[in-house]
């Protein structure tokens, strides 16, 4: 059974930073790229992030350029995102998935395996 495991998530002030972890244990699928995306209450589940496993090339929703940061540990098959200056609508459920096709990164319905998500909040 595929498993992916999120972890980080938590309450922080306007302005601080989290730093999201999946990891994806005894995986024996092939894995393309690993993104993350979120869900805020009574809103649509939007892109993040995503990394290319192989090769680590990434790509970024436009309202958290510069302030994320996706990575990835392949031995560990882990990876993480990285949040500063966050604001209080980032708060929202974060979800890290995994697709073994590419594609476009952004498109949530290319992923083929996602994990149980992490709460977000960030007050103000």
């Known amino acids: 059974q595929v498993q992916l495991v999120e972890s980080g998530g938590g309450l922080v002030q306007a302005g601080g930073s989290l730093r999201l972890s999946c990891t994806t244990p005894?995986?024996?699928?092939?894995?393309?790229?690993m993104g993350w995306f979120r869900q805020a209450p009574g809103k649509a589940r939007e892109f993040v992030a995503a990394?290319?496993?192989?090769?680590?090339?990434?790509a970024y929703a436009d309202s958290v350029k510069g302030r994320f940061t996706i990575s990835r540990d392949s031995a560990k098959n882990t990876g993480y995102l990285q949040m500063n200056s966050l604001k209080p609508e980032e708060t929202a459920v974060y979800y890290c998935?995994?697709?073994?096709?590419?594609?476009?990164?952004?498109?949530?319905?290319?992923?083929?395996?996602w994990g149980q998500g992490t709460q977000v909040t960030v007050s103000s």
């Open positions: 998935a995994t697709r073994r096709y590419s594609g476009g990164l952004s498109m949530g319905g290319l992923y083929d395996y």
């Open positions: 005894g995986r024996t699928f092939s894995l393309y790229a």
């Open positions: 990394i290319i496993w192989s090769g680590g090339s990434t």
